[in-house]
């Protein structure tokens, strides 16, 4: 059975130029875009998005960072596509946690400048697709 995902290219990918890098891994893991989008993040959005970790310590630099330039926010289907994006992905700490091979493992240095996200679960990603892209249906 097929799911979807929201991935993001954070602002530090798109600077970096490695939005085409995401896309290619993404493709060649056999996963399907079904909505592509670059957009400018509002304090509104940034809260929403990021609001399981309201009351952490890093949340204001991570609210300042996701809007600090525009991203790249896509729709990911396929089979288990919440868990495979999150293994393209590599763990939160592109050094102490992502395998090389993965996104964050190759291309990452710290934690906040991670490239990528990818929702959690399937609960996330459900919560987070109505977030960005209301108008998509299921
Ligand atoms: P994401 O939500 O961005 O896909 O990342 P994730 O699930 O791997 O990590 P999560 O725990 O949800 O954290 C969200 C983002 O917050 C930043 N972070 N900074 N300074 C810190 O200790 C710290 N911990 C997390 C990272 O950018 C992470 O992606
Ligand atoms: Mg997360």
């Given at each position: 059975m097929s799911e979807r995902t929201l991935?993001?290219?954070?602002?530090?990918?798109?600077?970096?130029g490695l939005v085409g890098e995401v896309i290619s891994r993404i493709e060649r893991k056999g996963l399907k875009l079904v909505a592509l989008e670059m957009r400018q993040v509002d304090q509104q959005l940034a809260e929403q998005h990021y609001a399981e970790h309201?009351?952490?310590?890093?949340?204001?630099?991570?609210?300042?960072?996701?809007m600090s330039g525009p991203?790249?926010?896509?729709?990911?289907?396929?089979?288990?596509?919440?868990?495979?994006?999150r293994q393209l992905a590599g763990g939160t700490d592109p050094v102490e946690k992502a395998e090389a091979g993965s996104l964050r493992g190759d291309y990452g240095?710290?934690?906040?400048?991670?490239?990528?996200?990818?929702?959690?679960s399937a609960e996330?990603?459900?919560?987070?697709?109505?977030?960005?892209?209301?108008?998509?249906s299921a």
């Amino acid at each position: 059975m097929s799911e979807r995902t929201l991935v993001l290219v954070k602002p530090d990918g798109v600077e970096r130029g490695l939005v085409g890098e995401v896309i290619s891994r993404i493709e060649r893991k056999g996963l399907k875009l079904v909505a592509l989008e670059m957009r400018q993040v509002d304090q509104q959005l940034a809260e929403q998005h990021y609001a399981e970790h309201d009351g952490k310590p890093f949340f204001g630099s991570l609210l300042e960072f996701i809007m600090s330039g525009p991203v790249v926010a896509a729709v990911v289907e396929g089979p288990k596509a919440v868990a495979a994006f999150r293994q393209l992905a590599g763990g939160t700490d592109p050094v102490e946690k992502a395998e090389a091979g993965s996104l964050r493992g190759d291309y990452g240095l710290e934690v906040q400048y991670n490239l990528v996200h990818g929702s959690d679960s399937a609960e996330s990603a459900e919560r987070e697709l109505k977030l960005w892209f209301p108008d998509l249906s299921a």
